[in-house]
């Protein structure tokens, strides 16, 4: 027998040594990317993310597309990167229009981080038509209108009650100081409707309550055509304003600034393009003799007023002030946000995932440690199981195990792959995959011996047979991570990831070390003269008669059997 | 451990067959069961569904010294409307679901919690989900399933045969339908985590059924051209050989798995580690069943239907008297070890073996 070569013999010396090269060339690529270290999902080292669902709307906000959602990546990102928090990233993932935007940022600015990328960021200028209190008050009651000017007004800063703001061609024109707050009087009453404002508007308003936080959501894709009922921001007043006059698009340019005459304030200087400019001007001048409250143009952004200030002379100069208790960082968001424009979408906060530093380390230790202990088990039981083969599936794990964090610190540099808790769950389970395909090649190895061949051809022809079976079992693992990747969200798709790739290595692993040592291996005495702890013994295999290297001996001991 | 590789060496000769074939009808029936009482458990107990699916929000504090009341007390001092349940995690975390509240509303509860307990806002874990977020997750996971089912058809038929991939995918549904049974009969929490559990589940299913299938499919090729055995029982010999790796594998995949269960549960208290380990453990308890007595018994009622096959176990039941005995092995366990071993190992289990290994026949010629 040790002189017929079965053709499939293999040549155990070539396999292993693409296994090497393999591991030269990971290796040296990440040495080369100088990826040392893996890199961590939000969850195992704290951070927040935010998931946002496109979703179709009137107006601007249009139909959901993969180039819209493309673009409203793009703005998302240069809003998350004027933060300048390093490693922060968005992406998108799904396919096509079936898309999510998944924005992760290190550290603890989850909550900046929230309402900026929330946020559409749809400008617009409209008059006011009636402006009142937030309640749904069934009794007319006055409420100082926001003063409004370039000058500075003593009363304008106290309290939110009067949102300050002002709107004017550069903070330092206009001379009429705001003295005068007229109070407006609310509800609206059908017989002293102003022009554009009809019963349906009225009613609306009348029901809409500004003081309930869920009304005070914003959001965009409110029609710039129409008017609109609209909260403010505070909550303290509420609107019908009419129909957009002015577009954000129509920006060119927004920055913070110190309102050097307010006394400290923060505000963002906005400036038009040639429309706007051309649109503000006949705005502001139209208005300008009207009487309270219709003499105010309000700025709405996403659907909620940020002020609306009273408009005392035509401005024609092409730029505008927001002002309205800003702080330097609100300010300069703001800022941020209107310079990179309104998302072309709409979007519904799908997920917001603020994990601290500590949960996040607890998480990564707790998942290393059980991959550990079920490691272990896993070899403790096919040391004790197959003893001597069993230290082949020690090796086989070893290597996969290294590969695996090969792959993960080159995919990490090259694709951007990030080890998540849930990944790590995958990878902990593919251990049991992983170790099952040696126990159905051993198995099979041994039911081969059991029908009386010798050691080394029962390695070939059982090989041949548990390679089928493997492969089959591997596409089918495969398969599964493939779809769950492209079809799950969040979580789900880097389990399916960890899960696909340690299948792909383990079938690498299986073909190019397994298999090739197994060769190897029984041309030794120990393992090929079945020694008791080789786990290829007689006893072990439960045979009434010692497998003897020769192969005649093994065959007759069958016949009589 | 020798004893258990004696055993496996009996089974692969036939000399210890435990007939899973034949009495396939007390498993169908048992199955059957299984699946009533969680079709039952899901009707009239539904799942609880995790706040990921429903939408709402979770806070978690983690400081020696926490109350459920004193956290009950801060969310109330917020004024936001929404139920609140508060559970603590170990003795120094504590863990506040609401339902469906605002960006704004979540601010506010954080704020409060923070101010409570005296901690940096930024050290409390938030979780904040939309209302339709898990409509959406639970679309996407279906399309999955099915899309999932659909391609393993496919794939199954082109690698074995249409019937074992009908005979694989009703195993399965089986797998997936009694471990959603459990989980609503239990009341075990439903998160993104369990789904993962569950998926994985019809991967390892699989991976299960297909390695007795490979061996079902070496066995009863040639099968028609004799009379030794009918295909019910070259594929009952085919689980009994490939009962030891089942019983290793079902072994090795479920230590990583308790240790998960063990490490997530008992470290973390609750999260994506526990919610998973749970799932897979649940469910992969069922695939091991399910493989062994639900697949390879479909599989060979399927085929005892075709007229070749019907005609061949007519053959076998002419050939013999040894056949009574034969089918008489429903009871057959270690016990009955003699019986077998006499009349059917060495003519039935035998010739099966030659047939399937020509290379052993061209040994002989040397």
Known sequence: MASTKTPTSSRPGRSLLVLVLIFVALGATAAIQGATSVRLGLDLRGGTSVTLQPRSANGVAGKVTSASIDQAVSIIRQRVNSLGVAESEVTSTGTGTNRQIVISVPGDTGRRIVELVGQTAELRFRQVLVEGSAGVAATPTATPAPTASATPSPSAKKGKSAPHAAATASPTSSATPSASTTPTPTPATTSTLPPGVTPDLVAKYNALDCTQAINRQGGGGDDPNAPLVACDRTGSSKYILAKAEVLGSQVSGASAVLDQQGGGGWMVLLNFNGDGTRAFANVTSRVVSLSAPQNQVSIVLDGLVVSAPRIISAITAGSAQITGNFTQTDASDLANVLKYGALPLAFDRGEVQQVSATLGSDQLHAGLLAGGIGLFLVLLYSMLYYRGLGLVSVGSLAIAGSLTYLMTLVLGKTIGFTLTLAGIAGLIVSIGITADSFIVFFERLRDEVREGKSLRSAVETGWVRARHTIIVADAVSLIASVLLYFFAVGGVRGFAFTLGLTTLIDLLIVFTFTKPLVTILVRTKFYGGGHLLSGLSAKHLGMKIPVVRAAGTAQSSVQEA | ?366
Not at chain 2, 195 to 212: A, E, M, N, Q, R
């Open chain 2, 1 to 366: 451990m020798s004893r258990l590789g004696s055993l496996g060496a009996k089974l692969h000769r036939g000399e210890v067959s435990f007939d899973f074939i034949g009495s396939r009808r007390r498993w169908y029936a048992f199955s059957g069961l299984l699946i009533l009482v969680s079709a039952i458990a899901l009707g009239t107990q539904g799942l609880h569904l995790g706040i990921e699916f429903k939408g709402g929000a979770s806070f978690s504090v983690k400081k020696a010294g926490v109350s459920i009341a004193a956290a009950e007390k801060a969310v109330a001092s917020t004024g936001v409307k929404t139920e609140v349940i508060t559970q603590t995690v170990g003795t120094d975390k504590i863990m506040v679901q609401t339902g469906v509240i605002t960006n704004l509303e979540s601010e506010k509860i954080q704020d409060a919690l923070a101010k409570e307990f005296n901690v940096n806002r930024d050290t409390i874990d938030t979780q904040v989900v939309g209302p339709s977020w898990g409509a959406d997750i639970t679309h996407k996971a279906l399309y999955g399933l099915i899309g999932f089912l659909f391609v393993v058809v496919l794939f199954l038929s082109l690698a074995f045969e249409p019937k074992m991939a009908i005979s694989a995918i009703i195993a399965v549904v089986h797998d997936l339908l009694i471990t959603v049974g459990i989980y609503a009969l239990v009341g075990f929490d439903v998160t993104p985590a369990t789904v993962i559990g569950f998926l994985t589940i019809l991967g390892y299913s699989l991976y299960d059924t297909v390695v007795v299938f490979d061996k079902v499919r070496e066995n009863t090729r040639g099968l028609t051209g004799g009379s030794r055995m009918t295909y019910s029982q070259a594929a009952n010999l085919a689980v009994n050989q490939t009962l030891i790796r089942s019983i290793n594998t079902s072994v090795i995949a479920l230590l990583p798995v308790a240790s998960i269960l063990f490490v997530g549960a008992g470290l973390l208290g609750a999260g994506t580690l526990k919610d998973l380990s749970l799932a897979l453990f649940v469910g992969l308890a069922t695939g091991t069943y399910s493989s062994i007595f639900v697949a390879t018994p479909i599989l060979a009622s399927l085929h005892e239907r075709e007229p070749a096959m019907q005609a061949l176990a007519r053959r076998v039941a002419a050939k013999g008297n040894g056949s009574n005995k034969a089918n008489a092995s429903d009871k057959a366990n270690v016990s009955d070890t003699e019986v077998l071993a006499t009349v059917s190992v060495g003519s039935v289990d035998r010739g099966v073996t030659k047939r399937n290994q020509p290379k052993r026949k061209s040994k002989k010629r040397r």
